[in-house]
């Protein structure tokens, strides 16, 4: 069980009796630990489904899940490997019905919030909802409802907004439906004032050990204080010098609160690295040293010296573009120290920034040079126009008081129900306050609406009554496949995908996506890995239970093979991965650290002391700094450009002060990328001269 974990790493497995809080140093085997921790509970004598493993993404779950069995086999499907989510809806499924919530309560998406949200404001402007949405997303993420937030309101748009919130929070008891922060919010409510909820599930699970631990916010942490209980039987494995996302609530608060809530905490650090140089992680210790520590942590590596980090200075982003794709170019010829004496692949580079709308002129770059490449954090499969009309359909069946999905199927494909009708059905059902689809078979609807259309309502609710039956009765992949083909040929789905496109090619694709959406269903429905429990099923599922869980999966295939493609990636969703040649470009004042301020006493420029909140960010985008030096393993080039675009203006640029912070030898840090195109060139050069003499009779 033990083999080739360090002491550090041994320590915190084998410590089982009490709350463990591991500060798991970049690449210094965190997810090892956990694994090997499961196996060593088990061990011990707890059962495997009391144990609770929880992630942050359904990707970093799969990754788990598949680690676990490589050590325990069969067990690992008992043990429960989630979400924070997920397992949130697992407590409301289970008990919601203590806050009047029903089993099969819809989970609304976010453009799904932001119709409600306009509803609740009187506003036609989606960029005003979206507005509220994520101040109420905060407030949510404290723990305040809409009475707390007014109550605290500083100003009047905050008061406005409170309101809206009311109205928000009446509309989702309505529609018998919850947003994502409500799977962290009602699950807590239901802890907190519950006592019989939460002594069952301190009773369901035995120890609890939570990934990136430093992402917490507020609600989680208290949440997870409620399922341990007094007995603090967890795990916290996380890395302060890693908290990159307090925009959306994520507080290092938690960390802080730990050894006080919990006074026999047990600290142990892990502080060797296994992925990268020694001379990568001098640079990331050297820039993450200014920020204040929480516990102080130095990593090392034993993978040698490596090549020095190198600092590429550009005219402007184009150039910028042009010299990562030669960086590329050269080490994958050879021609390079970093490349030498091995051919690299594609998929070996990451091109990190700190922002969406810098992807640009590399994606052209490595157009030019015909190079292939993703975009890592574009949209997502389950975000399709197509798919989300499917996944309406399916959160109606399960959950019949959901109108914003009543609202979605009804015209996706249109039914000869026009706007007119379901204003009309609209009015009625509030006045009733019944939701739209109670609404079309009270006997009082022919007083609100025509007879004509009457009928074509009656005709949609006895269509989705007979499908959600059918559904509930769907069992196994292939009835599964069979339902969903006979369903989209009876509302014409493909037909109404071409008529809606003007492009073919377009319509075909989505066409396509439909199809894949089918056969990722099906194979659910045959016992595949069911991402709301954490669980794999043994025995088939309905199509109506996999439906259910289809609001928390965020790809559409998380074990898909890994392509051999550069990688783009900002550096927020480069977390948690690595590449053995990473290039950290646009590492600019204004862009990384992000601008701070509008002049320079509030960007942290100017001599005199920042304020509290202007520290606070600069602290962060110095951690951000250090999650983008540390994803890579063998070499890094830093870029800054000495101008910029600014609307349709070039202005004057500055490098990055974290570029100091990094403290390199200046002899070796600065590249020159007129050298190595010129050994690039001779290599070349040298390489045809041969072939030609080869080919010589």
């Not at 006080?260 to 040293?289: G, H, M, W």
């Not at 969406?356 to 975000?383: C, I, T, W």
């Amino acid at each position: 069980m033990s083999s080739g974990l360090n002491l550090a790493q041994l320590d915190a497995v084998n410590y089982v009796s009490g709350p463990c809080l591991v500060l798991a140093g970049a690449g210094s085997g965190k997810t090892r630990v956990i694994t090997h921790k499961i196996q060593r509970l088990i061990e011990v004598g707890v059962e495997p489904q009391k144990i609770a493993a929880i992630t942050f993404t359904n990707k970093a779950a799969t990754e788990m899940r598949e680690r676990a069995k490589g050590l325990i086999g069969k067990a690992a499907k008992k043990v429960v490997i989630c979400t924070f989510h997920a397992l949130g809806v697992r407590i409301m499924r289970e008990d919601g019905a203590v806050l009047g919530l029903k089993p099969q309560f819809s989970i609304l998406d976010a453009d799904d919030v932001v119709s409600i949200l306009k509803d609740c404001g009187g506003s036609t402007d989606s960029a005003t909802a979206r507005q509220w949405q994520w101040t109420i997303s905060l407030w949510k993420n404290m723990g305040l409802n809409a009475a707390q937030a007014a109550a605290q309101a500083p100003d009047d748009n905050a008061r406005v907004i409170a309101r809206i919130m009311a109205l928000y929070e009446e509309r989702l008891t309505a529609y018998q439906s919850v947003d994502f922060d409500d799977l962290i919010g009602l699950p807590l409510k239901l802890l907190a004032e519950h006592e019989e909820v939460r002594a069952k599930w301190q009773k369901t699970l035995a120890h609890v050990l939570v990934d990136e631990y430093q992402d917490t916010n507020a609600t989680q942490y208290e949440v997870l204080k409620h399922i341990v209980g007094e007995r603090g039987c967890f795990t916290a494995v996380g890395d302060d010098d890693q908290s990159i996302y307090g925009w959306r609530g994520a507080t290092l608060d938690n960390l802080k609160r730990l050894p006080q809530d919990f006074p026999n905490l047990k600290v142990i650090k892990l502080e060797q690295n296994y992925r990268s140089t020694s001379a990568i992680l001098r640079a990331a210790n050297n820039v993450i040293q200014p920020n204040p520590k929480l516990f102080p942590k130095t990593l090392f590596s034993e993978l040698g010296e490596g090549e020095p980090v190198r600092v590429v200075d550009a005219d402007n982003e184009e150039h910028e573009a042009e010299r990562a794709v030669a960086r590329i170019q050269s080490i994958r010829a050879g021609t390079t120290t970093e490349g030498a004496g091995q051919y690299r692949e594609f998929k070996d580079f990451a091109i990190l920034y700190r922002a969406n709308h810098m992807a640009r002129p590399f994606e052209q770059a490595l157009r030019r040079a015909q190079m292939p490449y993703k975009v890592s954090g574009g949209q997502s499969f389950f975000d399709k126009a197509e798919i989300k009309d499917l996944c309406a359909w399916f959160r109606l069946w399960i959950n019949n008081d959901d109108d914003p999905a009543f609202l979605r199927s009804v015209t996706s494909p249109k039914r000869g129900i026009g706007h007119q009708t379901l204003a009309q059905l609209g009015t009625f059902a509030t006045q009733y306050k019944l939701s739209l689809f109670e609404a079309l078979f009270a006997s009082s609807l022919p007083s609100a609406v025509s007879t004509r259309a009457i009928g074509s309502l009656h005709e949609f609710g006895r269509f989705v009554n007979d499908l959600e039956h059918r559904a509930r009765h769907t069992l196994g992949k292939e009835a599964a496949l069979a339902f969903l083909t006979e369903w989209l040929k009876d509302i014409d789905y493909e037909k109404h995908l071409y008529d809606g496109e003007d492009n073919e090619k377009v319509a075909a694709a989505r066409w396509t996506n439909v199809l894949e959406f089918c056969d990722w269903m099906a194979g659910r429905c045959g016992g595949e890995i069911d991402d709301a429990s954490g669980a794999q099923a043994s025995v088939s599922k309905s199509l109506l239970e996999v439906a259910q869980t289809i609001s928390l999966i965020s790809t559409l295939n998380e074990r898909e093979q890994e392509q051999n493609v550069v990688t783009l990636s900002t550096l927020h969703a480069s977390k948690g991965l690595e590449w053995p040649h990473v290039m950290l470009v646009g590492v600019n004042e204004g862009l990384l650290p992000f601008k701070l301020g509008d002049d320079n006493e509030h960007s942290g420029l100017s001599d005199g002391p920042m304020s509290e909140g202007v520290l606070q960010r600069l602290q962060e985008e110095r951690r951000l700094m250090y999650v983008g030096i540390t994803r890579a393993q063998r070499s890094l080039a830093v870029s800054w450009t000495r101008r910029r675009k600014k609307g349709r203006e070039m202005v004057a640029a500055l490098p990055s002060r974290f570029i100091t912070e990094m403290a390199l030898d200046k002899s070796t840090a600065k590249e020159d990328p007129r050298e190595k195109l010129k050994a690039l060139r001779a290599e070349f050069a040298k390489r045809a001269a041969d072939a030609a003499a080869v080919a010589k009779p």
